[in-house]
Every structure is written in C-alpha cells, then in structure tokens.
C-alpha cells in the first residue's frame, strides 16, 4: 500500500492504489482525504504526513491484516435481508446476486442467482481475499417460492 523512503535530503511515502484496492478498499477514501490533493495514486508521493493520514494508513493497514472480515458483516446482512450485493474481484469479474452463505473460518462466500436458488449449478464460491469492491443494494434478491 505504502512505501517509506528517506534519504539524505527529505522523507516520504509513496503510494500503490492497486493495492489499496485489492486489500483496503474501504478505508480509500479516508487516506485519500488526508493525503488533500496529491490523491492516492499508483507510485505517487507525499512529503507532508499528517496525524490524520497516519490514522487513515493505520486503519487501512487494519483492514488489509484482516481483509477477509471486512466483508463479512456486509455479506450476511444482505444475506439475512434476502438483497443483492454488487461484488467486484480482483481479477475484474463483477456480480450483482444473492448471498447463498458466509464462511468466515475458512474464507468463502457462496452467491446465487434467485431464479435457480436450489440449483447448485447457479452458485458460486468465492474466496473473500479476492473481493476488491463489495455493495450491499436495496433490492430484493430472496430465492423465487
């Protein structure tokens, strides 16, 4: 997410938003607001490091050490309210469906499409590391009676 450089003139750190993405999506937009308007960028730099951001990085850094949980509540809440979640992966794919179940131990979501809820074939599982984008929509996605 970050590198620190010091050499003998100055300090700083420079950024890899690739990274943030995949492992910290969520706390992007706090250390975006903090770095003002060098933004994070993928190999930018910022010499000025404020207490806010260092509180951002920390919070980023949290989310990243346990990626996995960051989905979690959000993934059982939707499945809970029966709505669908538009998810993104790492490797582009993207998912507007249901949530079939939450596998917290062993680090998997299984997603459906309603229509077929009873046909495994229409399931998919998905390791929670690999989710880069996760939103919880206001529509209805319960399994068709």
Request: aromatic share 10%; charged share 25%; hydrophobic share 40%.
């Amino acid at each position: 997410m970050v590198t620190i450089w010091k050499d003998t003139r100055s300090s700083y750190l420079q950024f890899w938003r690739s990274v943030f993405e995949r492992r910290a999506p969520r706390s992007l937009s706090a250390v975006e607001a903090a770095t003002g308007e060098a933004g994070v960028r993928q190999g930018n730099v910022v010499y000025e490091v404020s207490d806010e951001l260092l509180a951002a990085l920390t919070a980023a850094y949290e989310e990243a050490a346990t990626g996995q949980l960051a989905w979690s509540d959000d993934l059982k809440f939707a499945q809970q309210a029966g709505v669908a979640v538009d998810v993104r992966l790492f490797d582009g794919q993207r998912f507007q469906t249901g949530v079939a179940d939450v596998d917290d131990e062993n680090g998997f979501v299984s997603l459906y499409r309603p229509q077929h809820f009873d046909d495994t074939t229409t399931r998919v599982r998905i390791r929670l590391d690999d989710i880069t984008s996760l939103t919880v929509t206001d529509i209805q996605w319960g399994p068709i009676q």
